[in-house]
């Protein structure tokens, strides 16, 4: 069955800039997650969605970052502002509820210029 | 505070020799340990969890609560096994986050 799906592949932008980052879960897939991969971070959790809501936004970096997912499907990550800082590739996961198997999208690869 | 420590960035063996890949954390309670991999172009993807206890393309790793560690094996390293790991834990009722060490880049040499 299809993965874990996520758009765009790739995105650079100017700093200043607003971007949104889409993932579309493995259908059924009631948990999902967004992790930041970046040079000399590793992995960093941004934030947990149960259903629609968000009861763990813990790893926002900034209020630049929001996040929001509709239908208990497709999330979306929005940075505001973006600065150079925010470069990195975006990871969203899904599973099938905590505690986790939690299966990864290809990633969004981010670059503000 | 939770970590997870994977004080190697590099380690480089030839194809036979055993490999361990080390994993510390740091977690007040009982957490679930994980191995995530990625290999050169492909998702990252589940290698092992400790509370099912078994053995994934000849890897084991066992949690050593006293030493707060949970070290990844394997008595003879293949060159498909050239990856990067991910120690990963996840904490009582916190949702299933997942909280990553730093990652090992294992390179097998022929």
């Known amino acids: 069955g299809a993965g874990v799906s996520q758009s765009p592949s790739n995105k650079v932008t100017e700093k200043g800039k607003d971007v949104e980052l889409r993932c579309d879960p493995i259908?059924?897939?009631?948990?999902l997650y967004w992790y930041r991969q970046s040079l000399g971070q590793g992995l960093e959790f941004l934030i947990y969605f149960q259903g629609n809501s968000a009861p763990d936004k813990s790893g926002l970096p900034s209020d630049r970052f929001s996040a929001e997912r509709t239908g208990g499907s497709v999330s979306t990550l929005t940075i505001q502002r973006t600065q150079q800082e925010d470069s990195a590739v975006y990871l969203c996961?899904?599973?099938?509820?905590?505690?986790?198997?939690?299966?990864f999208g290809p990633g969004t690869r981010l670059t503000v210029t | 505070a939770q970590r997870v420590t994977q004080p190697e960035k590099l380690l480089s063996v030839f194809k036979g020799a055993p490999v361990e890949l080390k994993c510390n954390y740091s977690?007040?309670?009982?957490?679930?340990l994980f191995w995530y991999v990625q290999y050169s172009r492909q998702r990252l993807q589940l290698l092992l969890r400790?509370?099912s206890r078994e053995s994934i393309k000849g890897f084991t790793a066992d949690l050593n609560k006293g030493e707060t560690s949970f070290h990844l094996k394997k008595p003879f390293a293949q060159e498909e096994d050239s990856a990067m790991y991910y120690c990963a834990l996840s904490g009582f009722n916190q949702g299933g986050k997942l909280i990553f060490g730093q990652g090992t880049e294992l390179s097998v040499k022929p």
């Open positions: 259908s059924g897939h009631t948990a």
């Open positions: 400790h509370i």
């Open positions: 977690y007040s309670g009982s957490p679930e």
């Open positions: 996961a899904s599973s099938l509820g905590p505690p986790p198997e939690q299966y």
